[in-house]
């Protein structure tokens, strides 16, 4: 009897493998087949997260051909993930980013080679998969407030008029989203409805920030903003509305608004943590500082720690403490940093001990990142030269292209690092290397310091400001 229900299973396998498969497992599965026209050898690599919490994406490759199809499986730590899937090779093509749920059978066909490569959801469930990116269509984000002068930006009117088309964008989604309603599950089309109004309440809110930074704090344009405040937030579903990072983005930028408005200037660190510490209670409370202190540029380092103890003194949720518990072991200043071993160009390992006696900056970077571009150009021009004992600081750029042919061209280019950098790679890792999951690294460029006996300086430099850069850098011999 055994025998036959294996053979059963198998047939049923091998006619039906993925949705069977992974109904049993609650697995997603992912499989990328080629067209007979998509010739030659190509990698699908599949960045994923297993659940929606803070922790980076891994990353899953393999090669397929119109002849050999790449079978994925993935599993989901919580209800809903996401995935996104890139073709290289005899096809270069990227698919938007979508969510996933244990389950889920995702079917991908690619078409093409080359330049004509396309890539497409290819079953009963594809419409699913497609969600995200109609709902990325219908945009207006920037376009407005770029067209018009610091003159025009003090008109009333403008600022409310790009708010209305923020909220009709909103309203247009949201009726887009409705016609596929019956496609998805409760928590799916929740957390779909939650990132449209993230989006809406974080594009509004640094759009009204940004009229106000460069009007001078126009006093005609206060009560269009506290209008645009006055509508209560909505945090009744706290279970869903707290995995949508668009969300948590949205409430954060909203309560950053708050402060500008009132103080009209930008807040420091410090205030926009008492400021979402005081203004939202029980598990809001402990997630929108667990967000605000992992997500944002690095600046005052005293008050960053700070900000991370007294975190610690109250968020009791688990996940939540051992990510603050994490960055504040790695970035804590005197504390021993990471000891890498990553490799140049020409596959020579460098290691931070090697580097022991001299002041090291660590730089971390990626091909198209335009901040790490800005930032290069600034360490050049306004920051190196100024250093005084240049000879005893070691600048490391360590970049996260996983292309090492991508790497070194812009090494070439000049665009991202200095002739007198070590170059450094974290290779096929990218940004799942352990020295970037040591450091908790979010947002690029990030700056890290080191003293001459291995330990931390600063980890959380700001890096917009070169003088900052220029003192603690001389400060560190």
């Not at 594809?126 to 610091?150: C, T, V």
């Not at 928590?187 to 009007?215: P, Q, R």
């Not at 020579?348 to 990626?366: A, E, N, Q």
Request: aromatic share 10%; glycine share 6%.
């Amino acid at each position: 009897m055994k025998i036959i229900q294996i053979f059963v299973a198998a047939v049923l396998c091998v006619s039906i493998p993925i949705r069977t498969y992974c109904q049993m497992g609650k697995k997603v599965i992912v499989i990328i087949r080629a067209t007979e026209s998509s010739l030659g050898l190509d990698t699908a690599v599949i960045s994923y997260k297993q659940n929606l919490e803070f922790a980076p994406s891994k990353e899953v490759r393999k090669t397929f051909s119109n002849c050999m199809p790449a079978s994925f499986e993935i599993d989901l730590q919580g209800p809903v993930g996401s995935i996104r899937i890139a073709i290289s090779g005899e096809s270069n093509v990227t698919m938007p980013s979508t969510y996933v749920e244990r389950g889920d059978t995702v079917s991908v066909l690619v078409k093409g080679t080359g330049k004509e490569a396309k890539a497409s959801y290819h079953d009963k469930a594809s419409e699913k998969y497609m969600i995200q990116s109609k709902l990325d269509s219908i945009s207006f984000w920037g376009i407005y407030p770029a067209n018009h002068s610091r003159q025009e930006k003090t008109k009333p009117i403008n600022l409310k008029s790009v708010l209305y088309r923020f909220d009709e964008v909103r309203k247009e989604k949201i009726q887009l989203l409705q016609l596929y309603k019956h496609l998805l599950t409760p928590i799916l089309y929740n957390l779909y409805s939650t990132d449209i109004y993230g989006k809406f309440i974080s594009n509004s809110s640094a759009t009204a920030a940004s009229f106000l930074k460069e009007t001078n704090y126009e006093a005609s344009l206060l009560p269009i903003i506290g209008q645009f405040l006055s509508v209560p937030l909505d945090t009744s579903n706290f279970t869903t509305q707290s995995l949508s990072r668009d969300y948590l983005k949205g409430l954060r930028d909203y309560t950053k608004l708050k402060v500008i408005s009132s103080k009209h200037r930008q807040p420091q660190l410090k205030e926009t943590y008492e400021t979402l510490r005081s203004n939202f209670s029980g598990r809001w409370k402990e997630k929108m500082v667990s967000y605000y202190l992992q997500n944002l540029p690095k600046s005052n380092p005293s008050e960053y720690i700070d900000c991370l103890k007294d975190a610690l003194s109250f968020v009791t949720d688990s996940t939540d403490r051992n990510s603050l518990q994490q960055l504040l072991n790695s970035r804590q200043n005197g504390k021993p940093a990471y000891d890498f071993s990553l490799e140049d160009k020409d596959g020579r390992l460098v290691r931070l001990s090697d580097l022991k006696g001299r002041v090291v900056l660590l730089d971390f970077w990626f091909t198209g990142c335009t901040f790490c571009a800005r930032l290069s150009k600034k360490m050049g021009q306004e920051v190196l030269p100024y250093i005084k004992a240049k000879d005893n600081l070691v600048y490391v750029s360590i970049s996260i292209d996983k292309d090492k042919a991508k790497w070194i061209k812009s090494l070439a280019s000049g665009e991202y690092t200095h002739g007198t950098n070590i170059n450094l790679t974290t290779g096929k890792s990218g940004n799942g290397h352990p020295i970037i999951s040591h450091y908790k690294i979010m947002n690029y460029p990030t700056l890290i310091l080191v003293d001459r006996n291995g330990n931390i300086v600063d980890a959380n430099m700001n890096y917009t400001e070169s003088k900052t850069i220029i003192d603690r850098i001389n400060n560190a011999f």
